[in-house]
């Protein structure tokens, strides 16, 4: 069981280069978002999607575009790199279960935009 | 709109030492609450989370947290602090309800173990 996987781990970006953050789950769970870590400001909700299809604006979604075409993916497009968006980037996935909400978090993606 | 605060920015405790972190949320409602662990350069780690009943949870590596309403607070403690224990640590607060599942995070609290 893999649990969320992330890809890349670490990336450098020039300004206004765009590239696609991607995040796979398999454990069937209807739930996927993402979030960015930055220090001293924990995790921040970028965008989210209740199951295939659906999908909506977190906290912070301004220059981050996604899509939801299975219930496995969720990739996360930064359409044209600024250095703002250097950040600690993190996939989850969760259900609801008799115990309430369990999130899964991939491992991160770490990217610098140069 | 749900949030919330973690007062300390970094704890430094001596190892076999107690620790404890401090959390206040702010929602309207019954929340759902998570305190994780992050080492360096890794991932997150859930290490409790509080849904409903028992005030007082117990989680993995020998933490627990306790469920205060009156206080809208989630504190994480552990009795005896190990070397390995120095990490950053996030609570975090989801909405309870079918469909959303969004947290919000705390800022974190760093934790220095020192021998």
């Known amino acids: 069981n893999a649990g969320v996987t992330q890809t890349p781990k670490f990336q450098v970006l020039k300004t206004g280069q765009s590239m696609t953050l991607q995040c796979a789950q398999d454990m069937n769970h209807e739930y996927m978002s993402w979030y960015r870590q930055d220090p001293g400001m924990g995790l921040r909700l970028i965008h989210y999607s209740v199951g295939a299809g659906i999908t909506d604006q977190g906290e912070v979604p301004n220059g981050y575009n996604v899509s939801r075409s299975t219930t496995e993916d969720f990739p996360l497009r930064l359409l044209s790199a600024a250095p703002s968006q250097t950040s600690v980037y993190f996939c989850?996935?969760?259900?609801?279960?008799?115990?309430?909400?369990?999130?899964?978090f991939g491992e991160g993606s770490w990217l610098t935009v140069v | 709109a749900q949030s919330v605060t973690q007062p300390d920015i970094h704890i430094t405790v001596s190892e076999g030492a107690s620790l404890e972190l401090r959390c206040n949320y702010s929602y309207g409602a019954t929340p759902y609450l998570f305190w994780y662990v992050q080492s360096p350069g890794q991932g997150l780690q859930l290490l409790l989370k509080y849904f409903s009943g028992d005030t007082l949870v117990q989680g993995i590596k020998g933490f627990e947290a306790e469920f205060k309403r009156s206080q809208s607070s989630f504190n994480l403690r552990k009795p005896s602090v190990h070397w390995s224990d120095a990490a950053e640590y996030f609570c975090a607060v989801a909405s309870v309800g079918w469909g959303d599942y969004k947290l919000s995070f705390g800022a974190g609290t760093t934790v220095t173990v020192r021998a």
């Open positions: 989850a996935s969760s259900f609801q279960g008799n115990s309430g909400n369990t999130i899964y």
